[in-house]
C-alpha cells in the first residue's frame, strides 16, 4: 500500500509540472486545476473561439497562483464557476462545479478533460458547434444534475455508460439531428410539469429532451457494464497523441491508448 501511494504521488508531481502548474497557496482543490490546465490544452488550438475562453485560464490567487476557485473566482476563469462554497473554512479546498459555455461558436467535440471535474453539477454548452460522438467518461461525473448540449452537431449514440449519471435532472440533447440510437435506462425519464407564473399556466418538459434528434426511444436492455473513467495520465497521453475522437471512443479501451503510447515511445 505505501509503495501504491508513493507510485500516485509521484504521477500527481509529474502530470503538474506537465502542465506548468502554478498552485501555491491557491484554495482550488488540485485535481481541479490540473483537470483544467489540461482542459486549456486539448482546446487551445481548436480556433479563435476556444482561445477566446481558455487563453485568459490563469491566476485568481494570493500571489498570481492559478486559483480558478480562488476566493476572488467570480468572472477571472471564463466558464467556470465554483457555487455555493463561501460558508466554507478557508482550509477547505473548493472545487468546480458549473461549466456554463454558451452560444460561442465553439467547435470540436466534447472535451474529454472535461471529465476530470468530478464534482460537477452542471454542464452548459448549448448553441455552439460541437460536433462528433459522445463521450462514454461523462458516466463518471457522478454529482452532475443538469446536462446541456442541446443544439450542437453531435452524432452517434447517447453511451451506455451514462446511465451512470444517477444524479441527472436534466439531459437536454434536442437539435442534434445525427444523434441515434435509444437513451440508456437510467436517465431521467421525460415529463411535463406544469406550473403557474404570473397568474398564467405554464407547461415544460423536464428530464431527457431529445426532440430533433434521431433517437428513438429509451433502450429496453439493460446490458452489464463497467463504468470507465477518465485520469489526468489517460487526458495526457491522449493530447500528445491526438487520437481522433470517434476512433478512440469505439476502441473502448484506454488501456490500448496508453499501451500503444508506451509502444510509441520505445
Not at 508513493?6 to 509540472?17: D, G, L, T
Not at 488540485?30 to 482546446?43: I, N, S
Not at 485560464?57 to 497562483?65: C, E, L, R, S, V
Request: proline share 6%; net charge negative; glycine share 8%.
Amino acid at each position: 500500500m505505501m509503495q501504491a501511494g508513493r507510485a500516485a504521488s509521484v504521477v500527481a508531481c509529474v502530470i503538474a509540472f506537465a502542465v506548468n502548474l502554478s498552485i501555491v497557496g491557491a484554495v482550488t482543490l488540485e485535481r481541479d486545476v490540473v483537470a483544467l490546465k489540461l482542459f486549456r490544452e486539448e482546446v487551445q488550438d481548436r480556433g479563435m473561439y476556444w482561445s477566446g475562453i481558455v487563453s485568459n485560464w490563469q491566476g485568481g490567487g494570493a500571489d498570481g497562483a492559478d486559483d480558478p476557485c480562488g476566493y476572488e473566482w467570480k468572472g477571472k476563469w471564463e466558464g467556470v464557476e465554483c457555487r455555493d462554497q463561501e460558508h466554507l473554512p478557508k482550509d477547505v479546498p473548493r472545487v468546480v462545479t458549473n461549466i456554463h459555455m454558451t452560444d460561442s461558436r465553439l467547435t470540436g467535440p466534447v472535451p474529454l478533460a472535461l471529465t476530470l471535474l468530478s464534482n460537477l453539477t452542471e454542464i452548459d454548452m448549448d448553441g455552439n458547434q460541437i460536433e462528433g460522438p459522445l463521450n462514454p467518461y461523462m458516466g463518471c461525473l457522478e454529482n452532475l444534475k443538469e446536462l446541456d448540449l442541446a443544439n450542437n452537431s453531435l452524432s452517434g449514440t447517447v453511451p451506455t455508460e451514462w446511465r451512470f449519471l444517477t444524479q441527472l435532472v436534466e439531459n437536454e440533447i434536442e437539435n442534434n439531428p445525427n444523434l441515434s440510437g435509444c437513451l440508456p435506462k437510467g436517465l431521467p425519464p421525460t415529463k411535463t410539469v406544469c406550473r403557474t407564473v404570473d397568474g398564467k399556466p405554464f407547461c415544460e418538459l423536464i428530464g431527457s429532451i431529445y426532440f430533433d434528434t434521431s433517437i428513438v426511444a429509451f433502450c429496453q436492455d439493460f446490458p452489464e457494464i463497467t463504468k470507465k473513467c477518465a485520469t489526468p495520465e489517460l487526458v495526457r497521453e491522449f493530447i500528445n497523441r491526438g487520437k481522433p475522437y470517434q476512433e478512440y471512443f469505439q476502441s473502448g479501451s484506454e488501456k490500448d491508448l496508453l499501451q500503444s503510447g508506451e509502444q510509441a515511445n520505445d
